[in-house]
């Protein structure tokens, strides 16, 4: 067995305890987060970027529909750029989203997130070309998908009914926190497919890698939707 192939099973055990993980189901931001947040009054910088630095960290669907776009690019310019859409993406909707009190359901909009990370895995498993003999603009759909991903960091300050003294500050500094925190995870997330894509086992393993991505995604979007049905309405 190569000694890489450990690594590529385990990423392979990783993506799919992100996706059905309890704790994992509930990253919204709670507890001590949640009542500094509700407290806060005026500018917090630091903390804010903290808080979204954490968020994204912890964001187990926002990473795994990343891991999906990135799975089969290897330039650099080419990850950068199915980045910088995403994070265009979802930029808009978290600032617009937070700043209008404009959402979604929440537990709608990450069922439409968990929907997201199902397309990317078909994609990548070439489901397009072989059911209906067509590839989609890859490009459009990241930044599709990074809109709704959007709304989905919006909901989830939107429920904290953030203090308006302050809130621009606020959510901007938000919003870099979740851009650090996505390039710190990413960056992890590259070392390891790195190593990965160096071994036999990357070729002998991606379809798999990206059914287990597929079916994480399918068990998110039956939990959003079981919780919308069973009282998450409102």
């Not at 500018?43 to 630095?53: C, E, R, S, T, V």
């Not at 978290?94 to 439409?112: E, Q, R, S």
Request: glycine share 12%; hydrophobic share 55%.
């Amino acid at each position: 067995m190569s000694s890489r192939r450990p690594l590529a099973l385990g990423l392979i055990a990783l993506l799919l305890a992100a996706g059905m993980g309890d704790t994992a189901l509930a990253h919204a931001i709670e507890g001590k987060d949640a009542a500094f947040v509700a407290e806060t009054k005026g500018a917090a910088i630091l903390p804010f970027m903290y808080l979204g630095a954490k968020h994204m960290v912890t964001g187990y669907d926002h990473l795994l529909f990343l891991i999906g776009v990135i799975f089969f690019l290897f330039r650099l310019r080419d990850i950068a750029l199915y980045v910088t859409l995403f994070s265009v993406g979802h930029s808009i909707t978290l600032l617009f989203g937070a700043l209008t009190g404009i959402g979604i359901n929440p537990w709608l909009v990450d069922a439409v997130i968990g929907l997201s990370v199902v397309y990317k895995a078909f994609e990548n498993l070439g489901g397009f070309k072989t059911l209906f003999g067509f590839q989609p603009d890859t490009r459009v759909a990241v930044l599709v998908f990074g809109l709704i991903h959007g709304f989905g960091l919006a909901s989830k300050l939107q429920a904290l009914r953030l203090h308006p003294d302050g809130l621009v500050t606020n959510l901007l500094s938000f919003n870099i926190g979740v851009e650090i925190g996505q390039a710190l995870a990413l960056s992890l997330i590259l070392l390891l497919m790195l190593l990965w894509r160096r071994s036999r086992s990357f070729t002998a393993h991606a379809a798999a890698a990206n059914s287990l991505i597929m079916a994480a995604g399918m068990i998110l979007i039956g939990y959003q939707l079981s919780g919308y049905f069973l009282g998450g309405q409102a």
